[in-house]
């Protein structure tokens, strides 16, 4: 059987709303190419399907990558999220607000209570600007605000938020390395499935 770019291209469109994902100037933007990264994905498995699946070994080479797909936890989330997104009404992320935070810098210097002593502190929204005055040495940190992955229901089944994937944990904080790690899997079907049916 002859390769086929189809699927190849896909993997590609995928990789580029990774890209554009990382570096999108706006969430609505950030969330438009995670949604795009979805679509993209779930056509090159498809595309996979339609040129290999005419094999007749097609059946039983892919049973295990459909089981997967069936019951790892981010594999099932992903195909059911961009399931959800096209089919339904529902929203497959949401937004979690920024936030500062403010802790000691070494550990050192901790009140009997807990407590940190700020002397003096100013927020300013123009320019974007925190302004502290301690006697001990602090760190602040800076959360942006960010999209999420929200649990999504397809087809009347809920699907949680994902920590886990093939029997590893993932941090399903940042959206683009999860998208990653899913783009991973899917080259890997795609390069198992060249070197088994390519002659």
Not at 94 to 102: F, L, S
Not at 116 to 122: A, C, D, N, P, V
Request: aromatic share 8%; with cysteine.
């Amino acid at each position: 059987m002859q390769p086929s770019e189809a699927p190849r291209k896909e993997i590609g469109r995928a990789r580029e709303a990774i890209a554009a994902m990382r570096a999108a100037q706006s969430l609505v933007d950030f969330d438009e190419h995670w949604k795009q990264f979805l679509h993209r994905t779930e056509r090159a498995w498809n595309k996979t399907h339609a040129h290999y699946g005419r094999s007749p070994k097609w059946g039983n080479w892919v049973a295990k990558f459909e089981r997967e797909r069936r019951q790892d936890p981010l594999l099932s989330y992903l195909c059911n999220a961009r399931g959800a997104e096209e089919h339904t009404t529902a929203e497959i992320t949401g937004r979690e607000p920024g936030g500062i935070g403010i802790g000691l810098a070494d550990g050192v210097g901790v009140q009997p209570d807990g407590s940190i002593h700020i002397e003096h502190l100013t927020i300013s929204t123009t320019p974007n600007r925190i302004e502290v005055q301690s006697t001990q040495a602090l760190k602040i940190t800076f959360q942006p605000e960010r999209v999420r992955m929200e649990p999504v229901t397809n087809r009347g089944r809920l699907y949680p938020v994902p920590t886990a994937h093939l029997g590893g944990q993932i941090d399903s904080n940042s959206l683009a390395t999860v998208a990653e790690v899913a783009l991973k899997y899917y080259e890997s079907v795609l390069s198992q499935a060249e070197g088994f049916f390519v002659k």
